[in-house]
Nanobody, 126 residues
Framework: QVQLVESGGGLVQPGGSLRLSCEAS????????MAWFRQAPGNEREFVAA????????PYADFAKGRFTISKDNAKNTVFLQMNNLKPEDTAVYYC???????????????????WGVGTQVTVSS
């Protein structure tokens, strides 16, 4: 049974930081591309960042560049999203996703991912 379990969300003030974690089980973690997406109230789910399974390619959404960093620990089957200088518009539910056989051009596409976590709420407010 495949599970992706996110943690680390919460309430943070503007300018603050959070580190999200996503622990995977039931998959060969090193063979999977991993990604973070987010969905704000009233908005569609959007791509945040991804890390490919082979090349280590790391694309970011424009809003994430310079503020967010995706990384992974293969020994712990865990992918992280370090978020700095958070803004109120970063408020959303953040989802972890994993997929096998994803080519680089597909890393930003939700439909390319096989498995999803249930999400963790991030609220940026003073």
């Amino acid at each position: 049974q495949v599970q992706l379990v996110e943690s680390g969300g919460g309430l943070v003030q503007p300018g603050g930081s959070l580190r999200l974690s996503c622990e995977a089980s039931g998959i060969s973690f090193t063979r999977y591309a991993m990604a973070w997406f987010r969905q704000a109230p009233g908005n569609e789910r959007e791509f945040v960042a991804a890390i490919s399974q082979r090349t280590g390619s790391i694309p970011y959404a424009d809003f994430a560049k310079g503020r967010f960093t995706i990384s992974k620990d293969n020994a712990k089957n865990t992918v992280f999203l370090q978020m700095n200088n958070l803004k109120p518009e970063d408020t959303a539910v953040y989802y972890c996703a994993g997929g096998a056989r994803i080519i680089m051009s597909q890393l930003r596409s939700q439909s390319a991912y096989d498995y999803w976590g249930v999400g963790t709420q991030v609220t940026v407010s003073s």
